[in-house]
């Protein structure tokens, strides 16, 4: 904060100088959690930077993602999707539609849309990604294998419980296989797996899993485990709906 305001008093907003400490401050306000400062910084310099380099510098594509990123992560989802919209289309039409940035941007507005209920539009742009990594990478690469989860967590935002379960219990046989049994990734898709068992009423398989996956991060994230067992044997009881496992959001030890 401190250098930015220095190079604003000496040099001005548009002094090269200024320009760099700019992106740098919004970095470190995002990274502190000043999320919304961290908005407004980033709006800034994407004016700044559309107005002096042009809306189809590479610096200022990038600076668009950046934004509707920080809007999707404080949950505004409205605000992001023109924004991740927009970035798509120029980076489609400058860097190519299978250029490794555009796969990125399009995964992210893909998964914006399903957050938005836009189930369809997600879901085809999950199976557009999943094709083209496939075909790229192969079915084994971690990329290939994300995007496959992605299509199935989509059916399952639509209720399309069977197809989610089958293509999570795919995913995890690929992770497992590649990544190994313990891998964070594998173990994402186990418990996607335990939901869809939960949500199909096959609740002492669920609970089961959730235990499973319990004996490999119980170690080291005590109090995590525990709640899964503590929600998991709830449901088993049908004290609660299931649905409640999707409160362990595999942010919280994945």
Known sequence: EENYELCL???GKENSETMTAL??????????????????????????RRRLL????ADTVRTLGNLAFLYQKVGENEAAKP???????????????EHPSTLIAKNNLAYLLAELGEHARALAMHKALYALR??????THKDTMASMNNIAVVY??????DAALALHEKTYALRAQTLGKDHTSTLLSRRHIADCLGKLGRSE?????????????GQIHHA???????YGNACLRQTRPFAVVCKIRHEHFF
């Open 54 to 57: 042009g809306k189809e510098h």
């Open 83 to 97: 924004l991740a919209e927009e970035n798509v289309a120029l980076l489609c039409r400058l860097r190519g539609e």
């Open 205 to 217: 398989e669920a609970v089961a899993l959730l235990e499973e996956i319990c004996n490999v991060i």
């Open 9 to 11: 008093r000496l040099y």
């Open 134 to 139: 496939k075909t790229k990478l192969g079915e």
């Open 156 to 161: 399952g935002y639509m209720g399309e419980l």
């Open 224 to 230: 995590i485990a525990a709640e899964i067992i503590i």
């Open 23 to 48: 992106p740098a401050l919004a970095l470190n306000c995002g990274n502190i959690g000043q999320t919304s400062r961290a908005i407004e910084l980033q709006r800034e310099l994407y004016e700044l």
